[in-house]
């Protein structure tokens, strides 16, 4: 089992950065799919960031490609969402996820998933 712990959301304004962060515990070394995600109120999820560990490469959503930047602390074992040049559209519920599987771009059905942070961003 992981546990996911995601923190860091705040109301913002537009153009302003946050840095979320995303905890995980449990049999973390197992784990090789990792993905930020984020829904709005009547929204689909859509994802932002996916990281294939065994892969080796990290994938950006168009929408947040060159604004959004992953990293990781393997020591603490949790990973952060930097986020730059934040849009109104930007404002919604993101979530961390992630699983064992290979299969990285299905997302949608990552095993593991926090309970998400809140990101504001006012105009």
């Known amino acids: 089992q992981v546990q996911l712990v995601e923190s860091g959301g705040a109301s913002v304004q537009a153009g302003g950065s946050l840095r979320l962060s995303c905890a995980a515990s449990g049999n973390t070394a197992s784990i090789n799919c990792i993905a930020w995600f984020r829904q709005a109120p009547g929204q689909a999820r859509e994802w932002v960031t996916i990281?294939?560990?065994?892969?080796?490469?990290?994938y950006y959503h168009d929408y947040v490609k060159g604004r959004f930047t992953i990293s990781q602390d393997n020591a603490k074992d949790t990973v952060y969402l930097q986020m730059n040049s934040l849009k109104p559209e930007d404002t919604a519920l993101y979530y961390c996820?992630?699983?064992?599987?290979?299969?990285?771009?299905?997302?949608?059905?990552?095993?593991?998933r926090g309970q998400g942070t809140q990101v504001t961003v006012s105009s």
């Open positions: 990281t294939d560990k065994g892969g080796g490469a990290t």
């Open positions: 996820a992630a699983d064992q599987s290979s299969q990285c771009m299905r997302w949608y059905w990552y095993k593991y």
